[in-house]
């Protein structure tokens, strides 16, 4: 109240001066910083804990692991998901060029990854849409959780950033406006040759192949 006041004697001198233009720059910057108060405001009502609330565990796990094509850190990510037991565990890969999609196929069955493969219909070459929808579908149960392991370059120069990476932070931007969704990045640093979690094949006849 008292600084809604002194702004009024403050707007009602400058404008005797002539000098409204810094009234007005004033007058927007106590609107915004009220805007921004309320905003804070908001936020801490909707984060704020209940003293009855408790941490509940997901009813199901769903690992789904985002598959281009059959390198390292798909592996890597591979790896990680498997390590945590959920529930099932997929790798997804939406149809890109034919080429590459029958590539990836035989890939998978030529190294044994004992996690099966799906790949999902992109019309249009657009293979985010596909992705995001079979995820959301996943997390439709009640109190489920659809984990994502999105395997991602980490690179020593900060242009090399253009050059990678560009398409799974556009799918992870979606990814993330997904309720019950969860997005893991898995780094594979470029350039150190890591071989962490990388072992043999397992036995023949343990890669699956599906859509």
Not at 63 to 78: G, K
Not at 100 to 121: I, T
Not at 128 to 141: D, F, M, R, S, Y
Request: glycine share 8%; no cysteine.
């Amino acid at each position: 109240m008292l600084t809604g006041v002194v702004l009024l004697v403050v707007f009602a001198t400058k404008v005797l001066q002539g000098a409204w233009l810094a009234v007005l720059a004033m007058a927007v910057l106590y609107a915004v910083m009220r805007g921004i108060g309320r905003y804070y405001a908001r936020v801490e009502a909707e984060l704020f804990v209940d003293d009855d609330e408790r941490p509940a565990p997901p009813a199901r796990v769903h690992a789904v692991v985002l598959v281009a094509r059959v390198n390292r850190p798909v592996l890597r990510a591979l790896a990680l998901a498997s390590a945590l037991r959920p529930d099932t565990v997929e790798a997804v890969s939406a149809a890109g060029e034919a080429g590459a999609v029958e590539q990836l196929r035989v890939d998978w069955l030529r190294h044994h990854l004992p996690v099966p493969l799906r790949v999902l219909d992109a019309p249009y070459h657009d293979i985010g849409e596909p992705l995001v929808e079979h995820i959301a579908g996943l997390g439709g149960e009640d109190r489920a959780v659809v984990t994502v392991f999105l395997p991602e370059y980490v690179v020593a120069r900060w242009w090399q950033n253009l050059l990678h990476n560009q398409s799974a932070l556009r799918l992870k931007a979606r990814l993330l406006q997904q309720p019950g969704v969860v997005v893991i990045d898995v780094p594979y640093h470029l350039g150190r040759r890591e071989r962490g979690w990388l072992g043999a094949s397992p036995p023949v006849g343990s890669a699956r192949v599906a859509g």
